[in-house]
Each structure stands twice: as structure tokens, then as C-alpha cells.
């Protein structure tokens, strides 16, 4: 039993670590936004979430995480249906073996992993300031580099899947470091976190290989989504549900800064009052 409600909202929440933390959070009676790349696969995850478990409190959005402008729709959609957001899951993530690029010319992992979550978020701040005591969690990986080139984020040079990713998971912590001391003064908290390594559909085809139980993936980001004693903890980097140290690089402070300034430079918008 719960003591009360928090609204949820879990992007890429259809399939995977994304879909099985909806599952359990949902048995757990909180009320679970779930996100889908499309209308049909958020609808369909929904639906059968609800086969699974009895909870009447279940809702789904969904956006391209690739496009700004879904995004930005997605946030309106949210915002006019509820009045505030307790705890927001940056878990969407892709892997590509391939250079791509999206509508709005970035590198699709650096967009996806990074760019859509610092967007997303920013968006949803004022949201999560009207929750009681709001959070923020990012799912990082151990695959982060402690090597980060601001003049090379998108990977012009020297490309390849497991760089990319690893180059979109660096700049997460480093995001969510700097947003930790951005919003020092306010109810949210903001932490990040390595799942394990999980058999999820990104594992097998960017290491080929299979990993711990969905079930077992879940557990961090229900961690760090909700255990009572991470009340008003910030700026943590969490493995099997303890705080660790994340690369060297992530902490530093002036790269930090330079990557939100760059950031606010790719998707043409200031985030400067928080």
C-alpha cells in the first residue's frame, strides 16, 4: 500500500527495462505514464499493462524522441492532462551500428540518449516543481567514456556504435550533474544510474550478447524513482542500488557547462532561469 499517489512518466516504456519498471510500478499502485515512439505502441504497451495488472491508474503518451517537435507536443499533452509530475525516467535509448542522422541534423544516439532527454526535461521543470518533493532519473551505463570531445559530440570523426553510445551516456551524467546544481534551491532531485547489463533487444544487437532478467534491470530505476531514503539525495551515479563513482570526466565542471551551452546551441533554446 502506498501512501501517496506519484504520477510516473517513463519514456521508451513499451519494451524492455522501459516496459518491465512500468509493469512493477503499476503493481505497486502508482499512477504510470507510459511513453511509446508512436501512438499505436504506446496504446498497445498500455493495453497490456493492463491485462496484467489491475490499476485503473495508467496512462500513455507518446513522441520521436528524434524530433524536437514531437517532443515539445508530448509536453503540451502532458501538461494539459495533469497538474503536476512527481518522478520523471529518462530510460528511452537506441543503439545504432550506423551513422545517422534525424530530421534536425544530429547524430540519432547523441539525439536520442542525450539531446531528447535535456529537452524533455527542461520542459517538464515546471511540472515537477509542483509534485511535493520531484525526481529526476536518467539512465546512464557503465559504458561511458571518461574521454568526451566537445568538438566532436556527434561523431563527424571516428564513428562508431559503441563510441556513439558511450559518448551519449557520458554527456547524460555530465547533464545530470549540472542540472543537480542548477536546482540545488528547488523540491527535485536529479540522479542517474547504470541498470546492469540486461537482456533487452539494444544489448543483443550492440554487444551481441544476453544479459540478467528484465525483472532485474528494473530494480535501479524503481530505486532511484521511489525509495524513501533517497529523499532530497542529488547528483548520485547508482549501480545495484548504491551510489558509485561515475568517470572522472563527468564531474568536471567546466565541461559540464560548455556541453549545456552547446546543447542549448543544437536545439536553438536557453534554459537559463531554473
Not at 524492455?16 to 505497486?28: F, N
Not at 530530421?103 to 542525450?114: K, P
Not at 532531485?189 to 534491470?217: E, M, Q, Y
Not at 531514503?229 to 570526466?249: A, D, P
Amino acid at each position: 500500500m502506498i501512501l501517496e499517489e506519484k504520477i510516473i512518466l517513463i519514456t521508451g516504456s513499451t519494451d524492455g527495462i522501459g516496459y518491465q519498471t512500468a509493469i512493477e510500478l503499476a503493481k505497486s499502485g502508482y499512477h504510470v505514464i507510459v511513453h511509446g515512439r508512436n501512438r499505436e505502441k504506446a496504446e498497445l504497451a498500455l493495453k497490456n499493462i493492463k491485462k496484467k495488472i489491475n490499476n485503473s491508474k495508467l496512462s500513455s503518451v507518446y513522441a520521436d524522441l528524434r524530433s524536437f517537435t514531437e517532443i515539445k507536443e508530448m509536453v503540451n499533452d502532458v501538461c494539459d492532462r495533469f497538474d503536476r509530475l512527481d518522478v520523471l525516467i529518462n530510460n528511452a535509448g537506441v543503439y545504432k551500428s550506423e551513422r545517422s542522422i534525424t530530421q534536425e541534423g544530429l547524430e540519432e544516439t547523441f539525439a536520442v540518449n542525450y539531446v531528447a532527454p535535456f529537452l524533455l526535461t527542461n520542459l517538464l521543470l515546471d511540472l515537477l516543481k509542483k509534485g511535493k518533493s520531484g525526481r529526476i532519473v536518467n539512465v546512464a551505463s557503465r559504458v561511458h567514456s571518461n574521454n568526451f570531445d566537445l568538438d566532436n559530440l556527434q561523431l563527424e570523426n571516428g564513428y562508431t556504435g559503441v563510441k556513439a553510445y558511450a559518448n551519449s551516456k557520458t554527456a547524460l551524467i555530465l547533464f545530470t550533474y549540472l542540472l543537480t546544481d542548477k536546482l540545488k534551491n528547488t523540491n527535485i532531485s536529479v540522479n542517474c544510474l547504470h541498470p546492469g547489463v540486461i537482456n533487452t533487444k539494444l544489448l543483443r544487437s550492440a554487444f551481441g550478447s544476453h544479459g540478467a532478467s528484465l525483472i532485474d534491470g528494473a530494480k535501479t530505476l524503481i530505486f532511484a524513482a521511489i525509495a524513501p531514503e533517497l529523499e532530497n539525495v542529488s547528483g548520485k551515479y547508482f549501480v545495484n542500488n548504491r551510489s558509485q563513482s561515475s568517470k572522472t570526466i563527468t564531474y568536471n565542471k567546466d565541461i559540464q557547462k560548455m556541453l549545456w551551452k552547446k546543447t542549448e546551441e543544437l536545439i536553438k533554446m536557453e534554459f537559463t532561469e531554473l
